[in-house]
């Protein structure tokens, strides 16, 4: 028995993220329970992403994540890219 149940999650791009992906926000589909590098090279691959997918961090819910995370229909996912500067 699969328990790879499938939800919509909300997600939110800033900064260079928004630039690539040329998007605010987005609906997506993936699985419920999921490891965050998983969640986000599917993000990327699907949103273009790639240039800057090793310096991004997720925030699901306005928390920061990593590791295993178990999301629920209508989370806000937040793609967050390493913001340089002085």
Do not use: H, W
């Not at 690539?20 to 609906?27: D, M, R, V, Y």
């Not at 996912?77 to 913001?83: G, K, M, N, R, T």
């Amino acid at each position: 028995m699969s328990f790879d149940k499938e939800v919509k999650v909300s997600l939110l791009f800033f900064a260079k993220a928004r630039e690539l992906s040329g998007l605010t926000s987005a609906i997506f589909v993936t699985e419920q329970q999921i490891k965050v590098s998983e969640l986000l090279n599917k993000i990327s691959k699907k949103f273009s992403l790639d240039p800057i997918k090793d310096s991004c961090v997720i925030a699901i819910n306005e928390s920061y994540c990593e590791n295993l995370v178990s999301l629920q229909e209508g989370d806000e996912v937040a793609i967050i890219p390493a913001i340089s500067g002085g």
